[in-house]
């Protein structure tokens, strides 16, 4: 057996670190033996409690290659097979040869991450070859027993496929990325939906007590498919108030007799407060006199607490925007997102309560609630998403075609908005806020060139919240007072409000690139009637990085909680997270970190 140069070679695009003997020795070995490594050459191989690391046996040098434990998704005992067993730097002209020897192998698969674009994370597989089969299963078993130990890893998922979303490869995203979960050892039970609304009613009539025994639900699709599974999930479950309104908003849907229509100071039931050290600031529902109630259907099925930290949902890209998925995992790549939800990564989002009031100027007082995880628009964005849906046979392309059609009519709509005034009062903005000058400046300043970017363990969104300031559902009877309205009346070409940046291809910094994964606070972007060319060139804006698009006279934008719409004409269509919803008024608020996704958040 020739062992010739000693070198060791990384793989590509590794994001491995180097190590030296000294800080190995400082570790607890837990076991280290010698193994060929395929493709590379002899190697010792140590586990301690940073992970794994190898080094040729021939090496000069005292550097090892390593990779972290939370790095590695699956170990797996191969059947006995061939090992390529030749050093570098001849081991291309050796391969060629076939210089290889038959073993007992086991595979390690971890990550590495890409070096242009440090979000999306890499498939690599190192196989270690024994002569002895006992000590390859001696390693997996350990390895095996120290993978068992990252309890945040999930178990057992349930998977939505939507066989048609974007290009109509739903199916195909998912047999690529299948092999990962079962690797991973993860169960999965998989349903390929046949109809829009499917989804939807599988989460909202799935028992409790079944949705309890997965660890979280994944959606193979786009924005629109994971909106349906979000309502599906939260319709039935979460309880909350009703957004708050301006006095005379409250007044108009009263008037007209619905006795639906919650009053601010009404409590609704609650059958347990377990969200309080999780949640703050939803839990401080309570002090304003509204609290959160878990449901707890008629057969004693038990309560399925909402929000919940253990259970989180995934999102596998298929769709025609994916924007949610580039939000929260930085990439839109099913790989990434497959990897981040078996490792079990964890952020929190906001999510948007909407509530329409009237569906159109005749209409009965209806109240209806839905769920929006990334945006809200009307307007310009209701017109693009009634106009596509002409065109669906164009797959993606027909937001393209759609969105020149709207653009060339150069609609406006007239309407009033309410918003509340959360950016104005510096008092509010006390204590934890102040301290970091950063962020108040980020709040105070929505047209500022300086942005303070949501990423990874986030500043903004792991702050705690601060019972005294804005909150999102802990909005305070002072907050909601009168005074905290502010009206904006007029013509607007489109009313806006995005939950996160929205970043996508069309505009690779989103609709609003400050924007938080759970800050609490919606972006509400008012763009007011103005020349087609001025438009055109926010338009522009939007489309490119770096660029100012909230930077015009004509573009309102606020950072506010809750906001509430009344159409002054007969429109009525909303755009919500890509799909229709008709509305000639309604109220929203923001509710902080109500759902977590099996995400790390982006490397921006
Ligand atoms: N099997 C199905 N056939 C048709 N429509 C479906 C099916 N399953 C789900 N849907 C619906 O298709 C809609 C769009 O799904 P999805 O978001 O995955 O696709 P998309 O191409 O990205 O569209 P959008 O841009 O609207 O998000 C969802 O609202 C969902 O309810």
């Not at 690391?53 to 699956?74: P, R």
């Not at 290889?100 to 196989?127: C, D, N, W």
């Not at 009263?254 to 059958?271: A, F, I, P, R, W």
């Not at 969105?403 to 959360?422: C, K, N, P, Q, W």
Request: charged share 25%; proline share 5%.
């Amino acid at each position: 057996m020739e062992r010739e140069g000693n070198d060791c070679v990384m793989p590509h695009n590794s994001n491995m670190t180097l190590l030296n003997d000294d800080v190995d020795d400082d570790q607890t070995t837990n076991l280290r033996s010698t193994f060929w490594l395929d493709r590379v050459g002899e190697v010792i191989l140590t586990f301690n409690s940073n992970g794994l690391s190898w080094k040729l046996v021939e090496s000069l040098g005292n550097v090892a290659t390593e990779i972290k434990l939370s790095d590695v998704y699956a170990v797996e005992l191969t059947d006995q097979g061939l090992v390529h067993i030749s050093n570098i730097p001849h081991a291309t002209e050796h391969l060629l040869l076939g210089h290889e020897k038959k073993m007992y192998r086991f595979t390690v698969h971890g990550f590495t991450r890409s070096r242009s674009q440090p979000s999306q994370m890499i498939l690599a597989e190192y196989t270690f070859g024994h002569g002895n089969l006992q000590t390859c299963q001696m390693w997996v078993n350990q390895l095996s027993a120290s993978l068992n130990l990252e309890v945040e890893r999930p178990k057992n998922l349930l998977v939505f496929v939507h066989p048609r979303s974007g290009k109509g490869t739903g199916c195909r995203t998912w047999e690529a990325v299948a092999p990962i979960f079962s690797r991973a050892k993860v169960e999965t039970k998989v349903i390929v939906t046949e109809r829009a609304g499917q989804a939807f009613e599988v989460m909202s009539s799935i028992k409790n007590k079944e949705l309890n025994s997965y660890d979280g639900v994944v959606a193979v699709g786009g924005d629109g498919f994971f909106n349906e599974i979000l309502n599906g999930f939260l319709s039935p479950r979460l309880k909350a108030p009703n957004p708050p309104t301006p006095p005379d908003f409250l007044h108009l849907v009263k008037d007209n007799g619905d006795s639906l229509v919650l009053d601010e100071k009404e409590t609704v039931e609650e059958t347990s407060n377990d969200s309080e050290d999780q949640f703050p600031l939803i839990s401080n529902l309570e002090q304003s006199g509204s609290r959160i109630s878990y449901s707890c259907s008629e057969d004693m099925d038990p309560e399925f607490p909402v929000p919940n930290e253990r259970f989180r949902f995934g999102i596998i890209p298929s769709g025609s925007t994916d924007a949610i998925v580039i939000c929260t995992t930085g990439v839109r790549d099913p790989i990434t997102s497959a990897l981040q939800i078996v490792l079990g990564k964890r952020v929190k989002l906001d999510i948007a309560q909407v509530v329409r009031w009237k569906t159109t100027p005749t209409s009965e007082v209806d109240p209806y609630v839905r769920y929006a995880a990334s945006f809200s628009g009307y307007g310009f964005y209701g017109d693009v998403i009634t106009e596509s849906e002409k065109y669906r046979w164009m797959g993606p392309k027909r937001y393209d075609y759609a969105g020149t059609m709207v653009f060339l009519r150069h609609r406006s709509y007239e309407a009033e908005i309410s918003y509340l005034d959360v950016e104005s009062d510096e008092t509010n903005f006390t204590s934890k806020r102040n301290r970091h000058g950063s962020l108040l400046r980020a709040l105070r300043a929505p047209h500022k060139p300086e942005r303070y970017i949501c990423r990874v363990n986030c500043k903004v969104c792991n702050e705690k919240p601060d019972l005294t300031t804005t909150g999102v559902s802990g909005l305070t009877p002072h907050l909601c007072s009168e005074k905290r309205w502010v009206r904006s009346k007029g013509r607007f070409l489109s009313v806006g409000a995005a939950v996160i940046s929205c970043r996508n291809e069309k505009a690779p910094d989103g609709l609003v690139a400050d924007a938080h994964l759970s800050d609490g606070l919606l972006h509400l972007i008012l763009i007011r009637d103005c020349p087609h060319a001025s438009y055109l060139w926010h338009l522009t804006q939007l489309s490119r990085r770096g660029g100012s698009p909230l930077n015009f006279k004509f573009v309102e934008h606020h950072k506010t909680p809750a906001f509430t719409f009344t159409s002054s004409g007969t429109e009525s269509v909303w755009n919500l997270d890509g799909e229709i919803f008709q509305a000639h008024q309604l109220s929203a608020q923001v509710f902080r970190g109500l759902v977590c996704m099996f995400a790390s958040g982006p490397e921006v």
